[in-house]
């Protein structure tokens, strides 16, 4: 681990990180509600119906992310994409104002439109603003990424409070309000110009592998922590029925978020002062999430109300994991692309993970009848990934120093 001196974060990291706060806070406030709405006495639907909608809807965002960054990176440049973006969404909360089937869809377009242009501008903007100081990245991303949990966590509990409130209506507006808002800080920032980035070169090789390591990596880990889901939901919701702790029944569903804030905060204190290798950080990531998986493990089929610290210890570490893994990716990519198409680059980041956790995916029967072979696969998989992590940080020390980079 290397001692980082004379680098600081800068007010582009403030300015860009409450935007994606309180764009997310948005976003998932928005989500919050539209099922319950879809459902509700305005438009009726049955439950497999909007479950199938808002399925259609969130898978949609891969799409129009890739979308968004091609215009960002080709045509009318980031900044303009994540403004144009930002009232696009705000346009498509404000016309779920309108009683009607038409009125819920075009709204949902918009909002993943609107959200298509926003994400991998915002994301690829504020990565830009590190390049001259690259071993910074990964606590910059983790700074965003706090940001993240933080909106998404406000924006669920103040707008799904609002619009169960005081009306659905009410909750749509907030949202859009808030999508508003969030564009100012973008408005304040000069972009970041391509010509006052001095960016360190690396062989083409080394930037294609590392960006395809990374890739799959990520995705996979997303796709180990989908197949344990199903046994964590499932103890989530046998515990919250016999633990004394005193935990409301809203709060168990955001346990791995309030862990995530505190986590946050202390790797972005030492990733600031201290540097160490990104596929290290990836291959701990792992470590910790075969040490969650291995701690649920422990828990039987039928967990009494003594079997809740064993659980919430592994969300501890299973958090930890997240925070190894998460902000890591768009560091990576931030180092090694080219900064011209790195928006690009950032969209194409989520089909891996899509396409892992379809794959998943279609063993989901066997795994609800079955929840603990989701952690079997997920333990085993995380260890063979760390492994072969460990395996490629020896093989790039040795190659970088017979190279002398």
């Known amino acids: 681990m290397e001692k980082i001196q004379n680098l600081k974060h800068s007010k582009e990291t403030l300015y860009y990180s409450l935007a994606r706060m309180v764009e997310r806070a948005s976003y998932y406030g928005f989500r919050a509600l539209v099922v319950l709405y ?98 910074l990245l990964d606590s910059g991303f983790t700074i965003f990424y706090l940001a993240i949990n933080l909106g998404s966590f406000l924006g669920t509990l103040l707008i799904g409070y609002l619009g169960e409130t005081y009306g659905y209506n009410i909750g749509f507006i907030t949202s859009g309000i808030l999508m508003l808002i969030s564009i100012i800080p973008i408005l304040l920032l000069k972009e970041k110009r391509l010509d006052e980035i001095e960016k360190i070169e690396f062989p083409i090789s080394k930037r294609i592998l590392n960006i395809l390591i990374a890739f799959i990596v990520v995705g996979l880990f997303w796709g180990f922590y989908e197949l344990s889901s199903i046994r964590t939901f499932d103890l989530q919701l046998q515990l919250s029925e016999v633990s004394t702790l005193g935990i409301p029944n809203h709060l168990w569903q955001s346990i791995n978020s309030i862990f995530i804030l505190p986590i946050s905060i202390i790797a972005i204190i030492l990733w600031t002062y201290y540097y160490s290798s990104q596929f290290l950080k990836l291959m701990l990531g792992f470590i910790f999430g075969v040490i969650s998986f291995g701690i649920l493990f422990l828990i039987p089929e039928v967990p009494t109300e003594q079997h809740t610290i064993i659980y919430l210890i592994s969300l501890l570490f299973l958090a930890i994991s997240e925070i190894h893994i998460a902000p890591i990716i768009h560091s990576i990519l931030t180092k090694y692309s080219n900064p011209k198409y790195l928006a690009i680059l950032i969209s194409l980041a989520f089909l891996p993970t899509r396409l892992i956790s379809l794959i998943f995916g279609l063993f989901n029967d066997k795994l609800y009848d079955n929840p603990m072979l989701g952690l079997k696969i997920g333990i085993i998989g995380m260890t063979i990934v760390g492994i072969g992590l460990i395996g490629y940080i020896i093989i790039n020390k040795k190659t970088t120093y017979n190279n002398g980079y």
Do not use: C, H
């Open 38 to 135: 879809m459902v509700g006495e305005t438009l009726k639907m049955e439950r497999t119906e909007a479950l199938s909608i808002y399925g259609w809807f969130t898978a949609s965002l891969i799409f129009s992310q890739i979308v968004g960054a091609l215009f960002g990176d080709l045509l009318i440049g980031n900044k303009k994409s994540i403004i144009i973006g930002g009232i696009i969404q705000a346009l498509g909360a404000f016309i779920l104002y309108l009683p009607s089937t038409t009125g819920l869809y075009l709204g949902l377009f918009l909002v993943v439109l609107g959200s298509g242009f926003f994400t991998p501008n915002i994301i690829s903007n504020f990565g830009k603003t590190y390049l001259n100081k690259t071993k």
